[in-house]
């Protein structure tokens, strides 16, 4: 048998190929990243598996868990609404139910966007969609808490229970065209008191309705039940003084009598026959209207504004406690709420004359706003720019009242005339006062020239006056309306602001008012001066001529103060009714009158003879009899 060898050639091959598959080894071994990703792999995997074991653990202990939690939560439940029924009797099935919760139901019209709050029943926001305030923000009349509606309530078992604490179920469907918001407070499914709000497409008004069914038994109407309802208003205005002064509780009552709370402070009234409330904002406003009138209510108002700088939320607190009725121990009780605009061509679409609510003045100012400038500023604003429309407006009263002007021109050029004859009268008679006067009412008698003649015209000027300061702070229409550097024509308009506040004045300063100050001191500078030219100076009389003297510079400054915060469309009225009133006296001065032809008017005059009214021979009278006592009593003291 031939005996085996190793070759040498193959010895070297496996040596070879040994070193090769070391080297082969090498190369493929991990880097020290791979092999940190291999262990974290490996942590996944062992991770999983961990999770997994203990996920059937767990599961096997939740079963138990959530069988006992149930019989815990049931023993809970039944607690709790055994504790709900000793505090609120049958009422405590309300708050069973889904909607006891704090949520509210929102609805919106045109014009509307609203609010219904479970908690309470009540509307909890009021948005007016097409008006915005002095920030650009949109008008709220009801929001942030601001309102508080609740209607307190004796049960049968003798509790004391308020809605604003109880919770309403909502529901909204449709009736036609609009939209029912139903809130029960419900003490079973048939039994409940409602709150149900109808509101209109495009309408500020919403038909509210206060009823209950199946509570005869429930509730005690045998004593009296109230509703409780409060607002504080919010600020609007750049102003917030100017605001509140507008801000007010109007209210009708005893038939069609209108009467307000104080402007200012705290005020409280109670009344009877009530038809409606109305919690003014200035410009916007919050009314309740029975269906039937209030037998009676307690009304209260309190100023929230004491200091401009700090109190820059609210302007005032209005609440109202009003009965409601019961009838058969059941309550139907049907109201209206209005949420919109102050405005007389808005409020005159509704029933029971709500516009009165807008304070247009009483008497005989109210009436010619009415109508008279009502009507013409909405004509002339319809197709005219409404700064323009105010001038305009300004020039026709102007001119419809220019023949007053003319009265007293003509009346003041007469005692002017008769200076020289009077001063003659007081000089003769200067140890006799009573016969200085005497003759002189005789002369002015036959030369049919008097004080009062100059007087009594600007007397009728005075209702047209207030009633345009009583027109433009409450004219809807110039609101946010602007005009030449005026922003917005109801209120003050803006040259420059102040670092300081100025009492009365204000922290900044308006334009419009310093215009229509110097139009006035001009213009009382020609008229006082004529009248100081005119009527001589009487012994023992007050210095008529130093008091025009200081109503010289007293006007035009209190303009100048008392008009910086006010409305600049006020403003721009008394400056351009100035402007006016000083090219018709000089008009009247240099191409009507003649003063020459009315000396020889007089001097005829008193050639004529002159019969005495009633009230010149009673003063003639009484200065004969003043005369004789004076003299009897100087021969007593010889």
């Given at each position: 048998m031939e005996e085996k060898?190793?070759?040498?050639?193959?010895?070297?091959?496996?040596?070879?190929?040994?070193?090769?598959?070391?080297?082969?080894?090498?190369?493929?071994?991990?880097?020290?990243?791979?092999?940190?990703?291999?262990?974290?792999?490996?942590?996944?995997?062992?991770?999983?598996?961990?999770?997994?074991?203990?996920?059937?653990?767990?599961?096997?202990?939740?079963?138990?868990?959530?069988?006992?939690?149930?019989?815990?939560?049931?023993?809970?439940?039944?607690?709790?609404?055994?504790?709900?029924?000793?505090?609120?009797?049958?009422?405590?099935?309300?708050?069973?139910?889904?909607?006891?919760?704090?949520?509210?139901?929102?609805?919106?019209?045109?014009?509307?966007?609203?609010?219904?709050?479970?908690?309470?029943?009540?509307?909890?926001?009021?948005?007016?969609?097409?008006?915005?305030?002095?920030?650009?923000?949109?008008?709220?009349?009801?929001?942030?808490?601001?309102?508080?509606?609740?209607?307190?309530?004796?049960?049968?078992?003798?509790?004391?229970?308020?809605?604003?604490?109880?919770?309403?179920?909502?529901?909204?469907?449709?009736?036609?065209?609009?939209?029912?918001?139903?809130?029960?407070?419900?003490?079973?499914?048939?039994?409940?008191?409602?709150?149900?709000?109808?509101?209109?497409?495009?309408?500020?008004?919403?038909?509210?309705?206060?009823?209950?069914?199946?509570?005869?038994?429930?509730?005690?109407?045998?004593?009296?039940?109230?509703?409780?309802?409060?607002?504080?208003?919010?600020?609007?205005?750049?102003?917030?003084?100017?605001?509140?002064?507008?801000?007010?509780?109007?209210?009708?009552?005893?038939?069609?009598?209108?009467?307000?709370?104080?402007?200012?402070?705290?005020?409280?009234?109670?009344?009877?026959?009530?038809?409606?409330?109305?919690?003014?904002?200035?410009?916007?406003?919050?009314i309740l209207v029975a269906d039937k009138p209030f037998g009676k209510a307690t009304i209260a108002s309190s100023d929230l504004v004491q200091d401009e700088e700090i109190d820059t939320l609210f302007t005032k607190e209005f609440s109202s406690k009003l009965p409601l009725a019961f009838n058969n121990g059941e309550a139907d009780n049907k109201f209206q709420l209005y949420f919109g605009p102050t405005d007389s061509k808005t409020l005159k679409q509704y029933d029971y004359d709500l516009e009165e609510s807008i304070p247009f003045g009483w008497g005989i100012f109210g009436w010619i706003n009415k109508q008279l400038f009502i009507p013409l500023f909405a004509f002339l604003s319809g197709f005219l720019p409404y700064g323009i429309a105010i001038i305009v407006m300004t020039i026709l009263i102007k001119l419809m009242m220019s023949f007053v002007q003319y009265k007293q021109f003509l009346s003041q050029a007469k005692m002017r005339v008769l200076k020289p004859e009077l001063d003659e009268i007081r000089a003769k008679h200067k140890d006799n006062k009573m016969k200085a006067q005497q003759e002189t009412m005789a002369l002015q008698n036959k030369a049919g020239a008097s004080p009062l003649a100059g007087c009594l015209p600007g007397l009728i000027q005075l209702p047209v006056f207030y009633a345009l300061f009583m027109f433009f702070p409450t004219a809807f229409d110039l609101r946010q309306k602007s005009f030449l550097w005026a922003d917005d024509l109801s209120s003050y308009d803006v040259i420059a602001e102040l670092p300081f506040t100025i009492p009365l004045y204000g922290d900044h300063v308006s334009l419009f008012p310093i215009l229509a100050a110097i139009a006035i001191f001009f213009y009382m500078k020609m008229t006082t001066g004529q009248q100081m030219a005119s009527q001589p100076t009487q012994e023992g009389m007050p210095d008529m001529a130093k008091m025009m003297k200081y109503m010289i510079y007293f006007s035009p400054l209190l303009m100048l103060v008392f008009f910086n915060q006010y409305a600049s469309g006020l403003s721009l009225y008394y400056f351009i009714s100035n402007l006016i009133s000083i090219g018709i006296m000089l008009v009247i001065k240099n191409y009507i009158l003649d003063e020459d032809k009315i000396h020889a008017q007089i001097q005829v005059n008193k050639k004529k003879p002159k019969k005495q009214n009633k009230f010149q021979k009673k003063m003639a009278e009484m200065m004969e009899q003043a005369e004789q006592q004076k003299q009897a009593q100087q021969k007593r003291k010889k």
């Open positions: 060898k190793f070759d040498a050639k193959s010895i070297i091959g496996f040596v070879l190929i040994f070193g090769i598959l070391l080297f082969m080894m090498w190369q493929q071994q991990p880097t020290p990243e791979e092999l940190a990703e291999q262990e974290k792999q490996a942590q996944i995997e062992a991770d999983k598996k961990a999770a997994t074991e203990n996920k059937k653990v767990l599961d096997k202990t939740s079963k138990v868990t959530t069988a006992e939690d149930y019989t815990l939560g049931n023993t809970n439940d039944s607690l709790k609404v055994e504790a709900l029924k000793s505090k609120l009797g049958a009422f405590a099935y309300a708050s069973t139910l889904p909607s006891a919760k704090n949520g509210a139901t929102s609805v919106e019209t045109e014009v509307l966007d609203l609010k219904f709050s479970n908690k309470g029943g009540f509307i909890s926001e009021v948005i007016l969609k097409e008006f915005v305030d002095f920030d650009s923000i949109p008008i709220a009349l009801i929001q942030d808490a601001n309102e508080y509606f609740n209607i307190t309530f004796p049960t049968a078992d003798n509790r004391i229970l308020n809605t604003k604490d109880l919770y309403f179920q909502p529901t909204v469907s449709k009736n036609g065209d609009n939209t029912v918001v139903s809130m029960k407070l419900k003490v079973s499914e048939s039994k409940f008191l409602e709150y149900r709000y109808e509101l209109k497409p495009k309408e500020y008004m919403i038909d509210f309705s206060i009823r209950s069914e199946g509570l005869n038994t429930v509730v005690n109407s045998s004593q009296e039940i109230n509703l409780d309802w409060r607002l504080k208003t919010h600020r609007h205005d750049q102003s917030i003084t100017y605001e509140n002064r507008y801000t007010r509780l109007t209210y009708m009552y005893d038939g069609e009598k209108i009467d307000k709370l104080d402007q200012s402070g705290e005020d409280d009234e109670v009344i009877e026959d009530v038809r409606w409330l109305s919690y003014r904002q200035h410009f916007f406003s919050t």
